[in-house]
């Protein structure tokens, strides 16, 4: 069978929910062949340029939408980052690929060496891997596999074998980062929360001493361009945080960079209530997990919530309070079940107003507030729209019945991820493609909207 028969073949496996067509039907095979090609063996890159090795929750979001092709090889996706994972519970945002060259991407392995300088906290000797985290969405990456193929999962042992991972991952954020003490887990370098150079960050970064320009070499500019990416000044502070945690062990304290962040911990709890669901599947109760959930979704509220901007901020753990920078990370929130009715009808105003334009000057929710002074539409995380937030929130509109508004988001993901060749991340107002195309989770989180149950009127996972 040839390659187009092998993709259109799976379309039968998986059928879409809508009526299809010609455009649905060529989109699901050319995201189907972005994942084919970024696929290793074991797991995906997020694009085979700029980003060689493995990521966290790249990773997550790959196998949520590899899932639709083969829930085997989503597991797959899975297994491998979580085999990764250290002693103390942490999961690496990187598993680097011994094959790739060193110079192909840095930080590489030779500057994190975690089996030296993390093996105080467990670190595995027998693969090299960074040593901060990213965002916690394993769990409800690992529910949602399941939820593809129960059958197979259940033969495999799939959730047995992955339970105590996650469990153990929780409880490394839960305890070892609650650096504030309200119940909420801190980030220590902004390559943890995921969108690297928000301008939620400059504050926090203004006190840290930048690395010497001539310390490092950015391999990043050689395959994306220099107005698209951070710059030299904030990429030198990363690495001084980056060297000084590595220097101290790895061990988890107060550094110059503290900061809980809404859209972490909303990832968070949302795994919570995932690991709830695996916890029962598994024949136990979920209870006490689901209480959980709970419990962090009061301390969001209490300690990020600011109801006079009806959003979520960032708290500065070292500068002493909220950071008054609106972000797609304020709004992340809004995937959460249970979160307070007039909270969510407040973040749904905040999502379509002047700040993020949502179903009027934009089609996709920019990263970055478009009446901000560090707004700019291709820089990064300071204003492009990103497929994986827009995933997300279309998922928590969708959670609290804003079906509307959930549909017309998902129709523009899916526009423009096939117009822009799934992109990394796109221009707000145009849809213009930035960063690396053929990128992993845009082409994952379009086919996941494609087929996903959740477009039958209610989340059937």
Wanted: charged fraction near 20%; aromatic fraction near 10%; proline fraction near 7%.
């Amino acid at each position: 069978m040839d390659r187009t028969a092998q993709l259109t073949s799976r379309v039968t496996r998986y059928p879409v929910v809508y009526e299809p067509d010609v455009t649905t039907h060529s989109l699901h095979v050319r995201a189907a062949e972005v994942l084919e090609a970024n696929w290793t063996g074991t797991s995906t890159v997020p694009s085979r340029s700029l980003y060689p090795h493995q990521w966290s929750w790249d990773s997550a979001f790959i196998a949520i939408g590899q899932r639709h092709l083969s829930p085997l090889r989503a597991q797959t996706e899975l297994e491998t980052l979580l085999a990764a994972q250290w002693d103390d519970g942490r999961i690496p945002h990187i598993v680097f690929n011994p094959s790739v060259p060193l110079d192909a991407y840095f930080p590489s392995p030779d500057f994190w060496r975690s089996s030296t300088a993390g093996r105080a906290a467990g670190a595995p000797r027998t693969v090299q891997t960074s040593g901060i985290v990213q965002p916690p969405v394993h769990a409800l990456a690992v529910w949602l596999v399941h939820c593809a193929d129960p059958g197979l999962s259940r033969a495999r042992g799939f959730l047995t074998r992955m339970y105590p991972r996650l469990a153990a991952w929780h409880r490394y954020l839960l305890h070892r980062r609650d650096l504030g003490g309200g119940g909420l887990a801190s980030v220590v370098h902004p390559w943890e929360q995921g969108m690297d150079n928000s301008p939620c960050w400059d504050t926090p970064l203004s006190r840290v001493t930048p690395a010497p320009a001539r310390s490092f070499r950015r391999a990043d500019l050689d395959h994306g361009a220099a107005e698209d990416r951070p710059t030299d000044l904030d990429y030198g502070r990363y690495v001084r945080l980056a060297t000084d945690y590595r220097d101290k062990g790895y061990e988890d304290g107060w550094g110059d960079f503290a900061v809980e962040d809404p859209s972490f911990n909303a990832l968070l709890i949302a795994s919570e209530h995932a690991l709830a669901r695996i916890a029962q599947e598994l024949g136990a109760t979920g209870t006490a997990r689901h209480a959980r959930a709970e419990r962090l979704t009061a301390a969001l509220v209490d300690r990020l919530w600011d109801p006079a901007q009806g959003m979520f901020f960032c708290r500065d753990l070292r500068g002493g309070g909220l950071i008054p920078e609106r972000s797609v990370s304020g709004l992340v929130p809004l995937l959460l079940p249970t979160l307070p009715r007039d909270i969510v009808e407040a973040l749904v105003r905040t999502t379509a107003s002047k700040h993020f334009g949502l179903g009027g000057s934009t089609r996709l929710v920019p990263s970055y507030d478009l009446l901000g002074e560090a707004f700019d539409p291709h820089r990064y995380w300071r204003g492009p729209a990103w497929f994986n937030t827009s995933w997300l929130l279309e998922r928590g509109l969708r959670t609290h019945g804003e079906r509307g508004r959930a549909d017309a988001l998902r129709r523009a993901v899916l526009d423009l991820a096939d117009k822009s060749g799934f992109a990394e991340y796109v221009d707000p107002y145009t849809g213009e493609a930035c960063g690396a195309t053929g990128f992993g989770w845009t082409a994952a989180l379009a086919l996941d909207l494609l087929h996903s149950n959740t477009f039958k009127g209610g989340d059937q996972e």
